[in-house]
Nanobody
Framework: QVYLVESGGGSVQPGGSLRLSCSAS????????MAWYRQAPGNQREMVAE???????TYTDSVKDRFTISRDNVRRKLYLQMNSLKPEDTAVYYC?????????WGRGTQVTVSS
């Protein structure tokens, strides 16, 4: 069974930074494509950033040049460094992967950006 556990969320003022972490188990992490999604109240869940086994990255336009996704295959961890945070970044952030044809999600971590 694949388990994904997020941490690092919290409340920050606009312009602030947060670093999210996701600990993964139950899968061959080194070859998995991993991603961060987010869901704000009343909105659909959207992909924020994705990183492949070869460390190729993709970002949604609204976070380019502000967020950085990275991975540590030895520690089996996924990260999301979020800088210059805006109120519209407020959402629950989820760690995601697909393994053996199934989707796996963490429980999410709340990020709130407010003055």
């Amino acid at each position: 069974q694949v388990y994904l556990v997020e941490s690092g969320g919290g409340s920050v003022q606009p312009g602030g930074s947060l670093r999210l972490s996701c600990s993964a188990s139950g899968l061959n992490f080194g070859i998995a494509t991993m991603a961060w999604y987010r869901q704000a109240p009343g909105n659909q869940r959207e992909m924020v950033a994705e990183i492949t086994r070869d460390h190729m990255t993709t970002y949604t336009d609204s976070v380019k040049d502000r967020f950085t996704i990275s991975r540590d295959n030895v520690r089996r961890k996924l990260y999301l460094q979020m800088n210059s945070l805006k109120p519209e970044d407020t959402a629950v952030y989820y760690c995601y992967t697909r393994n053996r044809g199934r989707d796996f999600w963490g429980r999410g971590t709340q990020v709130t950006v407010s003055s």
